[in-house]
């Protein structure tokens, strides 16, 4: 990964002042030639990194010049060290660990004065609450094949319940909404499709390559269509008020007098989202319209029925 070496030449050229380009070579497992290119890519990014000749030649960035202070001051590196700790806690990435560490050197004390310590004043973190949604040893399996443009195999289960073997080239790993998704060119559908990971079962590589296709427009896999929605009105007991503000921030909460809260939303008739408001049990209730009502009525008839034996 060149994004990983450059950051490793700029971390050692600042700590140990001077290296050559043959030891930079052996220590990255790549040609000096290579090295060099490197080099005129940090010279190109305004980082000055000088060559000199002799017995004690090698490449060396000037001494009083500060990374930190110049080109990333603390508080964006914090941010950007954040930001991957927090995807990697979901990734658990060996080359994302690697940049982290890379970083990490940069933030030198003397440029931190403050009683928090930069890294610790933002905190990132993408994993959900409780268990992982998604096996770690699943993501990784995905995120190999993806890197390695590798054909993938896995048995998958839709949000229909309809199971199916799977033979798919993945493309391009997602993560969206507390959840893992790869976007692949689906063999069995010849087209591309978004799997999600959860729904995913004893991935295996194939051991066969493949030649990537055009994928167009990511955004069509991650846009959310719930269909047109309309006025619903509801009721909200006090002891759900903060949970049913995280579901629609910015409501107006008009009390009733009665130790209850009416709110006036835009809400999509769907069967997934009775579901969601049946899990607030008699702390909501829908006051309009009268057809919300009568189907919300028919979901509880249902679920009577399941226990009344």
Request: net charge positive; proline share 6%; charged share 25%.
């Amino acid at each position: 990964m060149r994004l990983e070496r450059l950051l490793a030449i700029i971390v050692l050229l600042l700590n140990r002042r001077r290296l050559t380009a043959g030891e930079l070579a052996q220590r990255f497992e790549v040609s000096v030639r290579t090295i060099y290119r490197d080099i005129a890519a940090l010279n190109g990014a305004g980082i000055p990194v000088i060559a000199t000749q002799g017995h004690e030649g090698g490449l060396a960035i000037p001494d009083g010049y500060k990374l930190s202070r110049q080109l990333l001051p603390a508080r964006d590196l914090a941010a950007m060290l954040a930001t991957l700790r927090g995807v990697n806690r979901a990734m658990a990435n060996r080359d994302l660990e690697r940049i982290i560490d890379t970083l990490d050197n940069l933030l030198s004390p003397e440029n931190d004065p403050g009683p928090l310590p930069a890294h610790r004043r933002l905190v990132v973190d993408i994993t959900p609450w409780g268990p992982a949604l998604t096996p770690e040893q699943t993501v990784e399996t995905v995120q190999r094949a993806v890197d390695g443009a590798l054909l993938l195999e896995f048995a998958y289960t839709d949000s229909a319940g309809q199971a199916s073997r799977r033979r798919v080239e993945p493309h391009v790993l997602v993560f969206k909404g507390y959840a893992w998704y790869v976007i692949a060119y689906c063999r069995l559908r010849r087209d591309f499709r978004i799997f999600r990971l959860s729904r995913i079962s004893a991935p295996r590589l194939c051991g066969e390559a493949f030649v990537p296709r055009e994928v167009g427009d990511i955004g069509r896999f991650l846009d959310f269509h719930c269909g047109p929605v309309e006025p619903v009105r509801l009721r909200v007991a006090a002891a759900a008020r903060a949970r049913v503000e995280d579901l629609f921030p910015g409501t107006d909460f008009r009390p009733d007098g009665e130790g209850t809260y009416t709110i006036d939303v835009q809400l999509p008739d769907d069967p997934w989202l009775f579901s969601l408001l049946l899990g607030f049990g008699t702390d909501l209730q829908i006051l309009a319209p009268q057809s919300w009502r009568d189907k919300m009525k028919k979901n509880i008839r249902a679920i009577a029925e399941v226990y009344a034996t």
